[in-house]
């Protein structure tokens, strides 16, 4: 898609968003970074076209981060990059002699109207949400209808805009599951108690009895603790997204 284009879906987001003219530049700034940018010095960006959903996600997170954090204009950029990447899917990639195709859509895609209804269809499906996004990312088909892959680019595009840029506080689901994990460590960490009076129990039999083996047990007793920490520590990943999400959790 060329760089006329994403600016333009951008100033559709913006107004949207109500956006005031100095974040609406750092939204278009984003989306128009991947194609400025030297190859060079971002080799891992250079396809445009098929990078993975995941590499989108990162970029998507670093957005969300900077909007907790409350930098907003920081927040726009970041959307603006993972947007770009997120529009080039919609058009049929350049490789394997599709280049004659994909110049052709661009070119034709670069002549049509933003369709505001797609953007307003993209805002009103948006889910406050990391799985949403990631749902979205992985759902995302190239076309070589101009005004389809234009369409798909924005209803995506305002769909991962709308769950980032989003002030809503923690839904429910996400408190219960803020409320499941502290109650999961608790139990964990009881748990790991036990284990370790059992422990020390053990070593001191051991002491009295077989006093090389206590050694050796109180040599392997950091490493032991350690796992049994990093235990008591660990989340399902997945819930612990949607916990970072909102900032109730570090990512
Ligand atoms: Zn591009």
């Known amino acids: 898609m060329n760089v006329e284009t994403h600016a333009a879906i951008g100033r559709a987001i913006s107004r949207h968003l109500h956006l005031v003219s100095r974040l609406e530049k750092r939204l278009v700034r984003g989306l128009e970074g991947p194609d400025r940018w030297r ?23 670093s957005a969300r981060r900077a909007y907790l954090a409350g930098d907003l204009g920081g927040a726009l950029e ?15 990639g350049a490789r394997k002699g599709l280049r004659r195709i994909h110049n052709e859509v661009e070119r034709e895609i670069a002549s049509l109207e933003i369709p505001a209804d797609a953007i307003r269809e993209g805002f009103e499906k948006a889910e406050c949400s990391p799985l949403f ?19 798909s680019a924005c209803l995506y595009s305002a769909m991962i805009a709308g769950a980032v840029y989003n002030p ?4 429910r689901e996400v408190l219960e599951i803020l409320e499941r994990v502290k109650m999961e460590k608790a139990k964990k960490k009881r748990i790991a ?37 990093t235990l008591v520590e660990r989340v ?7 916990l970072a999400w909102y900032g109730l959790a570090q990512r």
């Open 39 to 61: 190859w060079r010095e971002f080799p891992e960006f250079r396809a445009h076209h098929s990078i993975y959903p995941e590499r989108i996600m990162d970029i998507v997170w």
């Open 78 to 92: 970041a959307l603006g990059v993972a947007l770009h990447y997120v529009q080039d899917k919609c058009v049929v």
């Open 133 to 151: 996004v990631r749902a979205v990312l992985y759902s995302i088909e190239p076309s070589a209808n101009p005004a389809e892959a234009l369409r």
């Open 168 to 171: 809503s506080q923690p839904p």
């Open 193 to 229: 108690w036990i284990l370790i009076a059992l422990l020390a129990i053990g070593d001191l039999v051991l002491i009295l009895t077989q006093p090389l083996i206590s050694v050796i047990l109180l040599l392997f007793s950091p490493t032991l603790l350690l796992l049994l920490v």
């Open 236 to 242: 399902n990943p997945r819930l612990y997204e949607q």
